[in-house]
């Protein structure tokens, strides 16, 4: 069984940035996916990274200003989110897979595990 704890949320300005930490305990060698809940929104997908590290994917929105990477000695995954916008203002959750292309297909469903999620909020 997995467990994942997120954090490093919080409040900044547009234009600043955070970097958000997925912690996972139990079994860990697993791809890792980053999605997103708004307030009145569906979850969407966010950011994806392979076991290895070697493939990462984004959704377009993100793309240029979102950096997702993993430390495997520490079985953490991060979330570097620079410029950010208003429009970035959700619920951040961190899942895990054991297929990748599962998380390449940005599927919001059918993940053996979340965390509780971590707040982001960016004012304007």
């Known amino acids: 069984q997995v467990q994942l704890v997120e954090s490093g949320g919080g409040l900044v300005q547009a234009g600043g940035s955070l970097r958000l930490a997925c912690a996972v305990s139990?079994?860990?060698?697993?791809?890792m996916g980053w999605f997103r809940q708004a307030p009145g929104k569906e979850r969407e997908f966010v950011a994806a990274?392979?076991?290895?590290?070697?493939?990462?994917d984004y959704t377009d929105s993100v793309k240029g200003r979102f950096t997702v990477s993993r430390d495997n000695d520490k079985n953490t995954v991060y979330l570097q989110m620079n410029s950010l916008k208003p429009e970035d203002t959700a619920v951040y959750y961190c899942?895990?897979?054991?297929?990748?292309?599962?998380?390449?297909?940005?599927?919001?469903?059918?993940?053996?595990?979340w965390g509780r999620g971590t707040q982001v909020t960016v004012s304007s």
């Open positions: 139990g079994r860990t060698m697993y791809h």
């Open positions: 990274i392979s076991i290895s590290g070697d493939r990462t």
């Open positions: 899942t895990v897979a054991g297929n990748y292309a599962y998380l390449e297909s940005k599927k919001t469903t059918g993940y053996p595990a």
